[in-house]
């Protein structure tokens, strides 16, 4: 899914909107027991309540595609009898209404979802009626020719109320406020089946982790039977070593300056793809290339790809660069520069020291400080 097909779904989260038919709910406890359950249809749900469940969903849905916002594929196993996909597909199709499916359910989240502290898992079935496009983009409700038949699944921590002090109307006093268990906003989630192309892809589901490098949390592999991609971290540093062990002791200041000026002008001319930009193990090479790396030095580049990242993996371009800022660092100084300003910043060598330059103007200011320059 990219950008604009997530913002599409999360539009049926309003009260005009709502597509939703059924919600389901499972309460765990600190040791994994089930204190309550409920299900219901959403529309019957009092307007305050749907507000509030409105707000959960479209947390699940937020953030950033390749980020805490992630694309995965059921590998072909688990789509065959008894397999997590498959499992997934029977609960859909049920719509919610299959007490057995649904406690099996809860069962394999329980037992998958590493979290020592108590949590809800809500559960929602919704039909989308997919509106038609016209060749301006422009919706056309009455030219429908597709539903999406879909689940959400919010996963929330339930956390107690912060002690307070509460002012009481009725006494006109001051006392202890009475501490609630409060759901709070989800820390995983998914969407089954993916929306695709504006349509239904049941090989594949759209997963949500507040924690971008919290993907390990039993979820992914043990119940919906994924492969987990990269984190953040974990693709940032596969570019640094790529980088480093490419250029080896002949990693030059301009050339890895270049490197991150030519990236994030890739990622400006992606800026209007709702697909984020990636790079595969030739565009990293082109990238390389064209930021001053000889060719000598690309010689194994390929391999040293292959073993860091994997021969067919890509990586997310927004994942490894810094659209924000340009950070250099020494032993013991840090400068921060604005990426559009990074020809502020020089390599010198002055009276036989090596120095990094910043051009300035006629005041600086130090701590706060408006403070003059030096001049000749």
């Keep these: 899914?990219?950008?604009?097909?997530?913002?599409?779904?999360?539009?049926?989260?309003?009260?005009?909107?709502?597509?939703?038919?059924?919600?389901?709910?499972?309460?765990?406890?600190?040791?994994?027991?089930?204190?309550?359950e409920f299900k219901e249809a959403f529309l019957s749900l009092p307007e305050e309540e749907m507000f509030k469940y409105f707000d959960i969903f479209r947390k699940s849905l937020s953030g950033t595609i390749g980020k805490n916002l992630l694309n995965?594929?059921?590998?072909?196993?688990?789509?065959?009898?008894?397999?997590?996909?498959?499992?997934?597909?029977?609960?859909?199709?049920?719509?919610?209404?299959?007490?057995?499916?649904?406690?099996?359910?809860?069962?394999?989240?329980?037992?998958?979802?590493?979290?020592?502290?108590?949590?809800?898992?809500?559960?929602?079935?919704?039909?989308?009626?997919?509106?038609?496009?016209?060749s301006d983009g422009s919706e056309m409700f009455d030219a429908s020719d597709e539903v999406y038949d879909y689940i959400l699944c919010c996963i929330c921590p339930v956390k107690l109320s912060k002690p307070a002090l509460s002012y009481h109307i009725e006494e006109n006093s001051f006392h202890e406020r009475i501490r609630d268990w409060?759901?709070?906003?989800?820390?995983?989630?998914?969407l089954f089946p993916a929306f695709n192309d504006?349509?239904?892809d049941i090989h594949s589901l759209l997963y949500y982790s507040k924690n971008a490098e919290n993907l390990y949390n039993g979820l992914t592999d043990l119940l919906l039977g994924c492969v987990p991609p990269l984190t953040v971290e974990g693709q940032k540093e596969i570019f640094r070593t790529l980088v480093e062990e490419t250029l080896g002791e002949d990693c030059?200041?301009?050339?890895?300056?270049?490197?991150?000026?030519?990236?994030?002008?890739?990622?400006?001319?992606?800026?209007?793809?709702?697909?984020?930009?990636?790079?595969?193990?030739?565009e990293?090479?082109?990238?390389?290339?064209?930021?001053?790396?000889?060719?000598?030095?690309?010689e194994d580049f390929d391999t040293q790809y292959e073993a860091a990242a994997g021969e067919n993996s890509t990586l997310i371009?927004?994942?490894?660069?810094?659209m924000k800022k340009f950070v250099i660092k020494t032993p013991d100084i840090t400068i921060q520069v604005n990426p559009e300003c990074m020809d502020l910043v020089e390599t010198r060598v002055i009276d036989g020291r090596k120095c990094l330059v910043i051009g300035v103007d006629d005041r600086v200011e130090i701590n706060g400080i408006s403070a003059k320059t030096a001049t000749d």
């Design 1 to 36: 899914m990219n950008k604009k097909e997530v913002a599409e779904i999360k539009k049926q989260f309003t009260p005009a909107n709502c597509a939703a038919t059924r919600i389901c709910g499972c309460y765990v406890g600190a040791e994994k027991e089930k204190k309550t």
């Design 317 to 322: 371009a927004s994942n490894v660069a810094d």
């Design 252 to 282: 030059a200041y301009d050339v890895v300056k270049n490197i991150h000026e030519n990236l994030n002008e890739l990622i400006e001319q992606n800026s209007d793809n709702p697909d984020p930009l990636t790079l595969d193990k030739a």
């Design 72 to 134: 995965m594929e059921f590998p072909l196993e688990t789509e065959a009898e008894g397999g997590t996909q498959e499992a997934l597909l029977k609960l859909r199709d049920s719509r919610l209404t299959d007490d057995e499916l649904l406690e099996a359910f809860y069962d394999r989240v329980i037992d998958s979802y590493d979290y020592g502290e108590h949590y809800l898992i809500l559960l929602i079935h919704a039909v989308y009626d997919i509106p038609g496009k016209a």
């Design 198 to 200: 504006r349509g239904s």
């Design 182 to 190: 409060v759901v709070e906003m989800p820390d995983a989630g998914f």
């Design 284 to 298: 990293v090479k082109y990238l390389l290339t064209k930021s001053g790396v000889e060719e000598n030095q690309l």
